[in-house]
Nanobody
Framework: QVQLVESGGGLVQAGGSLRLSCAAS????????MGWLRQAPGKEREFVAALTWSTGRTSYGNSVKGRFTISKDNAKNTVYLQMNSLKPEDTDFYYCALMTKARIITAVAAAYDVWGQGTQVTVSS
């Protein structure tokens, strides 16, 4: 079993930056990919970014391309989301998620098997 713990959320002004961290513990050898998704109240979870653990290949949602960067630290079993040029519309609850096997479509919440508890990101205008 794998557990995910996020940190790094908070309040920031528009144009600012935040870095989210997600530490994985437990049976991390089963990790195929890790990703970040976000969700506002009453809305579906939106894909933000994903990273394939073995190859380092990354993918991003259209709304964050060029502003957000996903990266990893193998030694710490940790994935990061560097968020720059933040906008008020980035305000959401951000979840770290883990995929245990390859899937054809990765930009949907259903592709992920393990979820963290989430962290709030609020961007003020």
């Amino acid at each position: 079993q794998v557990q995910l713990v996020e940190s790094g959320g908070g309040l920031v002004q528009a144009g600012g930056s935040l870095r989210l961290s997600c530490a994985a513990s437990g049976r991390t050898l089963s990790t195929y990919a890790m990703g970040w998704l976000r969700q506002a109240p009453g809305k579906e979870r939106e894909f933000v970014a994903a990273l394939t653990w073995s190859t380092g290949r990354t993918s991003y949602g259209n709304s964050v391309k060029g502003r957000f960067t996903i990266s990893k630290d193998n030694a710490k079993n940790t994935v990061y989301l560097q968020m720059n040029s933040l906008k008020p519309e980035d305000t959401d609850f951000y979840y770290c998620a883990l995929m245990t096997k390859a899937r054809i479509i990765t930009a949907v919440a259903a592709a992920y098997d393990v979820w963290g508890q989430g962290t709030q990101v609020t961007v003020s205008s």
